[in-house]
T-cell receptor, first 119, second 109 residues
Framework: GAVVSQHPSRVICKSGTSVKIECRSL??????MFWYRQFPKQSLMLMAT?????????EQGVEKDKFLINHASLTLSTLTVTSAHPEDSSFYIC???????????????FGAGSRLTVL | GQNIDQPTEMTATEGAIVQINCTYQ??????LFWYQQHAGEAPTFLSY??LDGLEEKGRFSSFLSRSKGYSYLLLKELQMKDSASYLC??????????WGAGTKLIIKP
């Protein structure tokens, strides 16, 4: 089955530093990957859609200069939280789709998530 | 605007059956997903419905009525490990995925 690897699973950093999170599709090519953040006891919030070889599409309210997304290859997308602050502490999750599955569904496969704590 | 409603929390007993409802109002419809998310983990795919009716997959079944903008996830023979949040998500006419807030299911012995 489709596997998405996300690294690191946990990261603690000081305020003002930058943190990079990697998302890899291990056994399929993902032309599109998605980045979400999730605050405790809240639902997933789509941050951006990452397309291989082009600029990411950011959702309204998400600062593209703060959350840098790079989709350099068909199997790798990265999210860099620049100049992180405590309010950026959250659970960041990536997902990818390998395309249609049976009845035409674009089933998402999620990475395990990265819990960011900014001190 | 686009909206997906599902109960915030439900409680059920081990071995019993529980039905989690989801209603949606979206601009167009291209399928409905149910995902399971255990605390602190990423969601995992459970089911997909694009046509009306019931899709059965082991202990889990999902139902869709497009005319009513309604779906439910039915969990049978509940086990303690089924304690999780269940997320309903709809693909709209632009193939954007709209997420519900999730239903936290608590299973008691």
């Amino acid at each position: 089955g489709a596997v998405v690897s996300q690294h690191p699973s946990r990261v603690i950093c000081k305020s003002g530093t930058s943190v990079k999170i990697e998302c890899r599709s291990l056994d399929f090519q993902a032309t599109t990957m998605f980045w979400y953040r999730q605050f405790p006891k809240q639902s997933l919030m789509l941050m951006a859609t990452s397309n291989e070889g082009s600029k990411a599409t950011y959702e309204q309210g998400v600062e593209k200069d703060k959350f840098l997304i790079n989709h350099a290859s068909l199997t790798l997308s990265t999210l860099t939280v620049t100049s992180a602050h405590p309010e950026d502490s959250s659970f960041y999750i990536c997902s990818a789709t390998r395309g249609t599955s049976g009845g035409g569904a674009n089933v998402l496969t999620f990475g395990a998530g990265s819990r960011l704590t900014v001190l | 605007g686009q909206n997906i409603d599902q109960p915030t929390e439900m409680t059920a007993t081990e071995g019993a059956i529980v039905q989690i409802n989801c209603t949606y109002q979206t601009s167009g419809f291209n399928g409905l997903f149910w995902y399971q998310q255990h605390a602190g983990e990423a969601p995992t795919f459970l089911s997909y419905n694009v046509l009306d009716g019931l899709e059965e997959k082991g202990r889990f079944s999902s139902f869709l009525s497009r005319s009513k903008g309604y779906s439910y996830l039915l969990l049978k023979e509940l086990q303690m490990k089924d304690s999780a949040s269940y997320l309903c998500a709809v693909t709209d006419s632009n193939y954007q995925l709209i997420w519900g807030a999730g239903t936290k299911l608590i299973i008691k012995p």
